[in-house]
């Protein structure tokens, strides 16, 4: 896996220092610096909860945008099934696909379309008796850096698949080229409307294949405001979505899992459960199961920072958005060999990721030993309050810092009152306190 190239960026003019983000980062990739928020990129995954929670909208999203793309001549839109859930009374999904043609794209791809054969072929995939079980889904990037960078005894259980929309750009381009043979792969392009950060930092840093066929990625909350307004003046809208109820559920928590037709799995949501589930995972609590489905945003990829609608409002909508749909429309048929023989190579991976550790102190074992006892040995002198007034999120990670020289114990407010304290014991004479108490 190349290094990351975030998505995830802070405004500093708009930051007010507080600890909003500080406390809820789950790699604590946050300190408070100078007043204002520092972004620590190596820790950084990409989940949008910062931006999610900042009360000042100091945290933004780097995204694409459709004018970029004009010299292209072929535009392929590429929308994750949790557009659909952002519109009121939607009853057809085929509305919002006519609509992306009025907005400028030549062609649509729905992510839902390769969702559907992704769990057909993950469903072949689960009878290998030889993988690594429970498997976890890697359909959200947020949930492999996690894994990578803080539980990398779970690497094996990733499900090392492309995602969806990795293989809706693929097919999309190939059908492109089938339909205008006039066309090169250079006038061609795909571009992902995203729900979230961690799918743009994907586009420029991919997960399990050198260079992804994705060229863009548009925010969904971008988009939307064109797409209403282009909605509006469609009429008859083109018979253009190819995906069933399967692949439409992809868009909220539970909705991979459900396709599996098999009762062994677990879906967790939101970031804190998604680390909770990875620990037991990690201490075997779990070893009856045969999938477990993590989506790092609450309600699942609906749930997104790039979204405009509140997630569990859009589930409902796709909830009744599915009634008009058939159970699926991109079956694949049953292999000729079970387990992972029976899916095309072209489905996996070209490289696994790799464990990344964010807190290594050392490149030397006997320096990052040392290091390491340095560091309990600060945090038992510290409050234990994990109050976040010194600039870190714990006081284990103030000890860390100060170790790597990043910071000082004097920026532990109560260890500086302390010093104060003692100081004025020190150098406080019997006549001051004589004045004291005549005052």
């Given amino acids: 896996m190349q290094s990351n190239i975030h998505s995830v960026s802070l405004e500093v003019d708009k930051c007010k220092g507080c600890t909003h983000c500080l406390k809820r980062c789950p790699t604590e990739a946050i300190r408070i610096r100078d007043g204002h928020a520092v972004i620590i990129t190596e820790r950084c995954i990409d989940c949008g909860e910062c931006i999610r929670l900042c009360p000042y909208?100091?945290?933004?999203?780097?995204?694409?945008?459709?004018?970029?793309?004009?010299?292209?001549?072929?535009?392929?839109?590429?929308?994750a099934p949790a557009l659909?859930?952002?519109?009121?009374?939607?009853?057809d999904i085929d509305y919002v696909l006519t609509g992306?043609?009025?907005?400028?794209?030549?062609?649509?791809?729905?992510?839902?379309?390769?969702?559907?054969?992704?769990s057909d072929y993950t469903r072949y995939y689960l009878h290998d008796p030889h993988i690594q079980k429970p498997v976890i889904s890697s359909a959200c990037p947020v949930i492999i850096r996690l894994i990578a960078a803080r539980f990398p005894y779970l690497l094996d259980n990733l499900l090392p698949m492309l995602p969806p929309v990795e293989l809706a750009a693929r097919i999309a381009k190939k059908e492109a080229k089938e339909k205008h043979p006039e066309l090169k792969d250079e006038d061609i392009c795909a571009?992902?409307?995203?729900?979230?950060?961690?799918?743009?930092?994907?586009?420029?840093s991919p997960i399990g294949v050198e260079k992804s066929?994705?060229?863009g990625a548009l925010s969904m909350s971008d988009i939307y405001f064109k797409l209403v307004s282009a909605m509006k003046k469609i009429k008859n809208p083109e018979s253009l979505s190819k995906s069933g109820v399967i692949g439409v559920s992809w868009a909220g928590a539970g909705g991979e899992s459900s396709a599996l037709f098999?009762?062994?799995?677990?879906?967790?949501?939101?970031?804190?459960?998604?680390?909770?589930?990875?620990d037991?995972?990690?201490?075997?609590?779990?070893?009856?199961?045969?999938?477990?489905?993590l989506n790092a945003c609450h309600g699942g990829c609906v749930g997104g920072a790039l979204t405009v609608e509140n997630a569990y409002i859009a589930k409902a909508r796709l909830q009744s958005l599915r009634r008009y749909?058939?159970?699926?429309?991109?079956?694949?048929?049953?292999?000729?060999?079970?387990?992972?023989?029976g899916v095309p190579e072209e489905f996996f991976w070209s490289s696994a990721p790799e464990y990344r550790p964010v807190t290594m102190l050392a490149g030397d074992k006997s320096a990052a030993m040392k290091k390491m006892m340095d560091i309990e040995r600060l945090t038992e002198m510290l409050s234990h309050l994990d109050c976040g007034s010194c600039g870190a999120p714990t006081c284990r990670a103030l000890a860390e810092d100060i170790v790597n020289g990043e910071a000082s114990e004097s920026d532990c407010i109560i260890k500086m009152r302390q010093q104060i304290h003692d100081l004025y014991a020190e150098h406080k004479t019997p006549e001051s306190d004589d004045a004291g108490q005549e005052g």
């Fill in 57 to 79: 909208k100091a945290k933004k999203a780097t995204y694409d945008k459709l004018e970029q793309f004009d010299h292209f001549k072929y535009k392929i839109a590429i929308p």
């Fill in 84 to 91: 659909y859930g952002q519109f009121v009374n939607l009853d």
């Fill in 100 to 118: 992306l043609l009025h907005c400028g794209f030549d062609d649509v791809f729905e992510v839902s379309r390769a969702a559907e054969l992704v």
């Fill in 191 to 204: 571009i992902f409307i995203s729900p979230c950060p961690a799918k743009v930092s994907y586009v420029k």
């Fill in 213 to 215: 066929a994705i060229d």
């Fill in 262 to 278: 098999n009762d062994k799995y677990l879906a967790a949501d939101g970031i804190e459960n998604c680390i909770e589930v990875l």
């Fill in 280 to 293: 037991q995972i990690e201490n075997d609590n779990f070893s009856d199961l045969e999938f477990i489905e």
């Fill in 325 to 341: 749909l058939p159970v699926s429309q991109n079956r694949v048929p049953p292999p000729e060999k079970d387990g992972r023989e």
